[in-house]
């Protein structure tokens, strides 16, 4: 069994996530970095690919006293799980995410370097998966098994691929941005190769949001939540 599994992202009008130096660009309006932080709280784990934190150093934490107080109240710990896919232990040492605010697990492959394993063990869970590449099926199910039933998946391109072309995605909620961010190179919110078919969602919601608007998609692939 795996967890409910949906991605969010803020994408321009151009359909970017990101510019072409991969810098962290402010996309969301504040009213949707709200509802961001709310399903942060909503959330058991919030996920991430390597090249999210090394672009972005994020720290993946609930914002909002009031929202971590809540799930305080509920017996969650503050934060939802951190979650770093990463399959050759790339991860810095001095990263947002291994700090003490919330538990983490970085997800390796088989190929990641044993000493910056042990390095990464003293600040945070490692989960191997995967020879070359880290397993997302059985990162999933491993999730499940400590009881993660609702992942947020924050991106990149990626990670987005890899779990929609394994059919793991449930749910996509896109903030779409007025601006314009161009750039040949520019990540969209799915990079990789072209699936032969395409993939195919059926719209949910759609919601104007600030200088922007939410949409969310359901996945047409996703599994029934089985791995
Ligand atoms: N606007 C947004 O909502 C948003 C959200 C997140 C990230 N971003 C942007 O996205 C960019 C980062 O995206 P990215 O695509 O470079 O990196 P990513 O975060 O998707 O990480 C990809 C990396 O994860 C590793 N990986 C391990 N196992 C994998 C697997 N099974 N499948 C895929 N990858 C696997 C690989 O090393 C791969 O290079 C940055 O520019 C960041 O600012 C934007
Ligand atoms: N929803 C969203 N809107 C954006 O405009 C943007 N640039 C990101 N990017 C996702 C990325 O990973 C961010 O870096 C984290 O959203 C930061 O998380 P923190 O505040 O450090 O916890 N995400």
Known sequence: ?????????????????????????????????????????????????????????????????????????????????????????????????????????VAVAEVADEEKVELLRRRAEVFVAGKERVDLRALLEHLYSIGVRRLMVEGGSEIN????????????????????IAGRRAPTLVSGESFDTPVEARLKSVEPLGNGVAVVWEMRTANLRKV
């Open 1 to 105: 069994m795996r967890p409910f599994v949906f991605i969010n992202a803020a994408m321009s009008l151009d359909g970017k996530i990101s510019n072409d130096r991969r810098e962290q660009v402010r996309i969301s309006s504040p009213e949707d970095f709200r509802v961001v932080d709310r399903l942060r709280a909503e959330s058991d784990a919030v996920m991430v690919g390597i090249g999210t934190v090394l672009s972005d150093d994020p720290k993946l934490t609930v914002k909002s006293e009031e929202l971590r107080r809540e799930r305080v109240e509920r017996g969650l710990p503050e934060n939802p799980i951190r979650v770093v896919v990463d399959s050759r232990a790339r991860t810095p040492l001095n990263s947002q995410v291994l700090n003490q605010a919330a538990r983490t697990i």
């Open 161 to 180: 691929y890899s779990l929609i072309r394994e059919g793991l995605v449930d749910e996509i909620r896109v903030f779409y941005s007025g601006m314009v």
